[in-house]
């Protein structure tokens, strides 16, 4: 069964970090890429931060320039978000999402994960 399985989110204060991690299993991510993409409340699912296949990163939403990274390892057959400087304008559900090899803005992805719950509240 092929699958990616979001994790770290959780309740943190503004200015705060967290480290979210993206695994897959049944398949291996090392030719593709993965985005992050994150929906609040109301709003539409953007797309925030994708990585290439061959490490190459780019960013989607200039609000979190210089604050958020993209990392991968694909010996763990995992794609990180970190997340630093958090802001309550961050609270989302974030989701990790796989295609083939490049990064598009779009949601034309293959696999998606279920999502995680990050919330920025003091």
């Known amino acids: 069964q092929l699958q990616l399985v979001e994790s770290g989110g959780g309740l943190v204060q503004p200015g705060g970090s967290l480290r979210l991690s993206c695994e897959a299993s049944?398949?291996?991510?090392?030719?593709?890429?993965i985005g992050w993409f994150r929906q609040a409340p109301g709003k539409e699912r953007e797309g925030v931060l994708c990585?290439?296949?061959?490490?190459?990163?780019?960013n989607y939403v200039d609000s979190v320039k210089g604050r958020f990274t993209i990392s991968r390892d694909n010996a763990k057959n995992t794609v990180y978000l970190q997340m630093n400087s958090l802001k309550p304008e961050d609270t989302a559900v974030y989701y990790c999402?796989?295609?083939?090899?490049?990064?598009?803005?779009?949601?034309?992805?293959?696999?998606w994960g279920q999502g995680t719950q990050v919330t920025v509240s003091s």
């Open positions: 049944g398949f291996t991510l090392k030719t593709y890429a």
């Open positions: 999402a796989a295609r083939r090899f490049v990064c598009v803005s779009t949601r034309s992805y293959d696999y």
């Open positions: 990585i290439n296949s061959n490490g190459g990163s780019t």
